[in-house]
């Protein structure tokens, strides 16, 4: 059995799973399955985007801990938000 990483939640990608993924992507999608666009975060309307400049050592940070969390660096960025602004 060959161990190909992790996926972002943490459960392994042997041969099994990368057989049916293969196998999955081989079939196609339907139409119907596919939504254009990234999805929403939470349960509201639109999510909107902001775009911010960082030092690069805070960038070099913020990919660290990401990668430490298991995670992408907008969680991040909106965990301290959270965290710093309080219940939205």
Do not use: C, K, N
């Not at 339907?30 to 960038?59: C, F, I, K």
């Not at 969390?69 to 965990?79: G, I, L, M, N, Q």
């Amino acid at each position: 059995m060959t161990l190909y990483g992790h996926t972002s939640a943490g459960r392994p990608v042997d041969d099994a799973m990368a057989d049916a993924i293969t196998a999955e992507a081989e079939a196609g999608f339907r139409d119907w399955e596919l939504q254009p666009g990234r999805p929403r975060l939470g349960r509201g309307g639109a999510s909107p985007s902001r775009t911010v400049r960082l030092p690069a050592t805070m960038d070099l940070a913020l990919v660290e801990r990401a990668a430490l969390d298991r995670t992408t660096p907008s969680a991040v960025v909106r965990r301290a938000l959270a965290e710093y602004l309080g219940p939205a």
